[in-house]
């Protein structure tokens, strides 16, 4: 982390706390007893190879998928389910989207409304959610633009935008609800090589806000640089994890190391 970012406060509650969690579909076992801590403020990176449960994980923190065994809790909040007695229930529809409201989630693939200006895209959310007025929603949404260096393009269409470009609205739109953690799925690797850097640099300055983060990716470069922990998770499972200099330089385990040597 840079020199700028927070201190992290490891007496604080947990941020993301994900216990036990199991993921399967069919005979394919996705995630095989997840147990993983973040602590607010905190930057996760998580590697792994393709296949690996890596997205898997993201999608089950924020109940796009339902574990089969195990639980998510956000800020001490169960997600998508609730205790009844020694028992976890479903929640309805409607209290899971109120849930994923405060977990912002940017996706590999940008996901932006095609119909709407670059401005609304950004302005959506926080107006369906009834947590803004429109002309509030739109000033906050050119703020944003403005944060990830784009108000030059608020009334453009996400077909006129690069790659790039329209990650970045993907990144200004999950901060719109002022979410208390962010989820990043690959952010990269939809895009042009020569992209990445602007996408990774709008990241970098959310590592050092103090915004907890928890980011799936391939840049090791990246993780190296904003990383607080790394995970490296392999067969849906935590092989190990650690500060980014020991698990990116010196890997304990011997999968690790084997993914890093093909990688680096």
Known sequence: MTATAPALDKTAPAAVEVHDVHKWYGAHRVLDGIDLTVRPGEVTVILGPSGSGKSTLLRVINHLEKPEIGYVSVNGELIGVKRQGERLKELSERAILAQRSHIGFVFQNFNLFPHLTVLDNVAAAPVATGRLAKPEALRL?????DRVGLADKADAYPRQLSGGQQQRVAIARALALRPGIILFDEPTSALDPELVGEVLSVIKDLATSGT???IV?????????VADRVVFIDAGRIVEQGP?????????HERTRDFLSKVL
């Open 217 to 225: 990716t391939h840049e090791i470069g990246f993780a190296r640089e």
């Open 244 to 252: 980014p200099h020991e698990v990116l330089d010196r890997p304990r």
């Open 141 to 145: 949404a050119r703020d944003l633009l």
């Open 212 to 214: 907890t983060l928890v």
